[in-house]
């Protein structure tokens, strides 16, 4: 092409642009750095290029500027056997298009300008193939050359190859996209799924391409990215080179060659959407990744598997508040299944994770198809902190479920520390027939907190959701299973690690692994009745028949300071199991670990650990009501403690009471505190004490802080060694038969072993020699930190003698006991 023709070319441009009635403010301008340069044609506000020059399938373009205002378009007219049209921008100012991009044919467009990109609100494209816009200073090729938009003089060795890389140097131009954020009209409703515009604006591409915006910060304002089928790249890098993969018709970016990122933040209601069957996925890397403002990451699909969702951030991952106007949409990073397609999995990789105001995270299944899977990896933090402002409702939380016959996806979460406050929650849910997912949750450390000014004024939770974690079921489908594995686990006041079911559904499995655990709320596998807005809303049946999981602790330390630890069924079915391995457990101040149910019968709690403490109104019980049967407690402890009214139960209303079974090497029990396995109308269940020594307290002892009850001479234990001692209900008067009434010191224990002896002497070779149980009198300070209880009375630590009870009361006391005890339970 020769300098006069270009020449006349630019004289043709000016006379049409200023002879035209609705004169065009783009600013297109060639440069003359090209062998065959490009040539631009005005008519009107179309503005037509052409030329450039060709390299096997890929044609080359070089502007000095390239801008579009609105209403503007700029068409590539190439030859249909063109695979990739490159451009690039070698002036000083940055790209500003609010017209339409379009190409003939197939071709890919390739965009540059280090400058900077920005997308107005009625910008859009209109080509054939995969849309990349970048703030690289070059695209890189295999034979080693490059299409420099930062040194166009060079001579350039063009290729016939598709580019292979973007390099980018030191802070490399923003790029934005500006919207008006109404690519969705309606939020998901829970039984819905998200509802999107149908007559969607915004960049999007043929179904099946790729749209790829890669540069320094990138501004999401409103927009609405598309690519039905396709994928959506988004990255924000700060220097260094970004691979290029092509695979099938789209493109994929590796970033091995980028030591820091940039920032890519969506507000206003950006969606970002790459919805559609075979596979469309999205991919997004930067240094700060943040969704505010009701904006959302989303991939639906119907009847073919979904492909994923991928965002890496190494700093920190963000989603926070709802649609400014009028509260309707809250933030979201979503794949939803529709159809019988599987449902695209989520994958974040972060060091640190914050959903704040209602942000939410996960999977959904509205059909037959799996919900897809959701993997979290935040290296240092994860906070999901509050609700929105519009609802209470609108909790910041990472969610699977399902309200159909597919199942809910799985969540595996891995983070340094967690902290979830005022209605943070991560759960998986079934509200139909499919099953709920399973969720694994390692993590350092683990707060489930709700503020003293939200306990104080939400009436007991009334309007606002409490923090929890939790997989649980509505309906018919089985809940999944929770595991936790922590070094430190605090579940504050009014928190919640839960399974459960309030439909037919069985609760998962709650397993929980951790050296420290701090319960003020609850931790429980739970089978209970969902309250009238729950069954209609959710479809939650009236009576429900499900069964509670099996509840498993495995801890250095238990601290359950007014909170609970329980398994528990209050529809038509049996208790669950729970069990605890532990070094010590300290209930206190009505701590309480439980297996109860309103009519099955009674669960069963298993406990072994070193030390065990009662204090202050706690409790360990196994109760049933209705015709049910109390549960079964095993305790194997080196030392149990109960005080301060603290009890032992296995009791049930109308069938037989259950059983407890204690094996110790010291049992301290304090006055008003008792063991019972009593029935109120059915028959009494079994107390079982295997212990060498038995120390009934009766003052406070200094180093414990423990007082203990009364006992008499005569119902001692009979060994001089370490024999067991079997204490036994004697009768409905025998033990009392309210968790709430002391021990009678007219009423005693019946010592069987007298009995017991008869019976396997004759199968005993050598009998043991018998001694009868002393109550302490006072104690010994043995020098080391340690106190032993002696038979002799001490002045420091003085313990009062007990008047002598009957072993076995009468017939008239045990019926004035029963009565008392139906009185204080009708009361």
């Known amino acids: 092409m020769t300098q006069k023709y270009i020449l006349n070319t630019f004289v043709e441009v000016v006379f049409f642009s200023m002879l035209t ?42 502007f000095q500027d390239f801008s579009l205002s609105k209403g503007d378009i700029a068409a590539f007219n190439s030859a249909l056997d063109i695979g990739n049209i490159i451009v690039r921008v070698t002036g000083t100012s940055a790209s500003n298009i609010d017209g339409i991009i379009s190409a003939n044919g197939t071709a890919n467009l ?18 054939g193939g995969s849309f990349l816009a970048t703030t690289a200073n070059a695209f890189m090729f295999p034979n080693g050359s490059e299409f420099s938009a ?41 039984s819905s799924p998200i509802i999107k515009n149908s007559s969607l604006t915004g960049l999007s591409v043929e179904s099946g391409k790729s749209l790829t915006l890669v540069g320094g910060d990138i501004t999401l304002q409103g927009a609405n990215l598309t690519a039905e089928q396709g994928q959506i790249e988004l990255g924000s890098v700060n220097s260094g080179t970004v691979t290029l993969n092509l695979v099938g018709q789209k493109w994929s970016l590796s970033y091995q060659g980028i030591s820091s990122f940039k920032d890519i933040h969506l507000s206003e209601q950006t969606l970002v959407d790459a919805s559609g069957d075979n596979g469309g996925t999205i991919s997004i890397e930067g240094k700060t990744v943040s969704l505010d403002t009701g904006s959302a990451i989303l991939i639906q699909n119907r009847n073919s598997p979904s492909g994923k969702i991928s965002v890496q951030a190494s700093e920190l991952l963000k989603i926070s508040g709802i649609s400014p106007t009028d509260g309707r949409f809250y933030s979201i990073l979503r794949t939803e299944s529709l159809g019988s397609g599987t449902g695209g ?27 897809g899977n959701l993997t979290v990896n935040a290296s240092n933090s994860s906070q999901l902190l509050g609700f929105s402002d519009f609802s209470p409702f609108f909790t910041s939380s990472i969610v699977t479920g399902t309200i159909a016959s597919g199942n809910a996806g799985d969540i595996t979460f891995t983070t340094g520390k967690l902290i979830a406050q005022d209605g943070g929650l991560i759960t998986s849910l079934t509200r139909g027939t499919g099953a709920g997912g399973n969720i694994f949750l390692k993590a350092n450390s ?7 000014e939200l306990i104080k004024s939400g009436q007991d939770f009334v309007n606002y959701v409490p923090s929890y974690l939790s997989a649980g079921t509505f309906n018919t489908g089985n809940s999944g299973s929770l595991t936790i594995d922590t070094v430190r686990l605090i579940v504050g006041e009014k928190a919640t690690v839960n399974t459960s079911s309030t439909g037919s559904g069985s609760a998962g499995r709650l397993t929980i692994h951790a050296d420290d655990i701090e319960v003020s709320g609850t931790i429980s596998s739970a089978v209970t009745v969902a309250g009238l807005p729950t069954q209609r809303g959710l479809g939650s049946p009236s009576v429900v028949t499900g069964t509670p999981g099996e509840l498993t602790i495995d801890t250095k330390r238990l601290d359950v300071k007014g909170g609970l630890v329980s398994v528990r069924n209050l529809g038509t079915g049996d208790g669950g199991t729970l069990q605890i391995k532990a070094d010590s457990i300290s209930l206190d101040s009505k701590g309480s670990i439980a297996a109860s149910t309103s009519s099955g019968e009674g669960g069963d709690i298993v406990l072994n650990v070193h030390d065990l403490r009662l204090r202050h109104n706690s409790n360990i019980t196994s109760t049933a009501g209705n015709n049910g049967n109390g549960g079964n407690i095993t305790i194997n402890a080196d030392t149990v403690v109960a005080l301060e009214n603290s009890d032992i139960t ?25 063991v019972t396995a009593s029935s109120q109308k059915g028959i009494n269940g079994t107390v079982e004490i295997n212990t060498p020594q038995i120390d009934f307290i009766k003052t406070s002892l200094p180093s414990l802080e423990i007082n203990t009850p009364q006992v008499t001479q005569n119902c001692g234990a009979q060994s001089q060694e370490s024999t067991t001692a079997t204490l036994v209900n004697a009768g409905s008067g025998g033990i009392p038969q309210n968790p709430n009434d002391t021990i009678d010191n007219s009423f005693g224990w019946n010592n069987n072993s007298a009995s017991l002896e008869n019976k396997e002497s004759e199968e005993a070779t050598v009998s043991e020699p018998t001694q009868k149980l002393i109550a302490a009198q006072g104690l010994k300070n043995n020098g080391d930190g340690t106190v032993s209880f002696i038979a002799t009375p001490s002045e420091t630590t003085p313990y009062g003698s007990l008047s002598q009870a009957p072993c076995l009361p009468n017939q008239q006391s045990q019926e004035e006991a029963h009565q008392h005890s139906q009185e204080e339970t009708d009361k």
Do not use: C, W
């Not at 390739?110 to 080509?127: C, D, E, K, M, V």
């Open 345 to 371: 999995n989520i994958d974040i990789f972060t060091k640190d994770l914050v959903l704040q105001g209602g942000g939410n995270l996960g999977t959904r299944s509205y059909s037959t198809g799996r919900g």
């Open 650 to 674: 296995a009791n049930a209303y109308e069938g037989r009471g259950g059983s407890i079974r204690i094996s110790t090497k010291g049992f301290f029990l304090y006055p008003d505190s008792m």
């Open 150 to 190: 930062t040194n166009p003089q060079a001579p350039p060795l063009l290729a016939i190859n598709v580019p292979i890389g973007l390099r980018f140097g030191n802070n490399p131009g923003a790029i934005q996209v500006n919207g008006r954020g109404q690519g969705l009209t309606s939020p998901s409703a829970g």
């Open 110 to 127: 390739f965009f540059s300008n280090p400058n900077g990109i920005s997308f107005g609100q009625n910008a859009r494209l209109n080509i």
């Open 21 to 62: 009635i609705f004169p065009s403010e783009a600013q297109v301008k060639h440069d003359l750095t090209l062998p065959n340069n490009t040539n631009i044609k005005v008519e009107g506000n179309k503005i037509t290029i052409e030329g450039g020059t060709q390299v096997g399938k890929n044609l080359f373009h070089s």
């Open 446 to 452: 683990i707060e489930l907190l709700n503020s003293s």
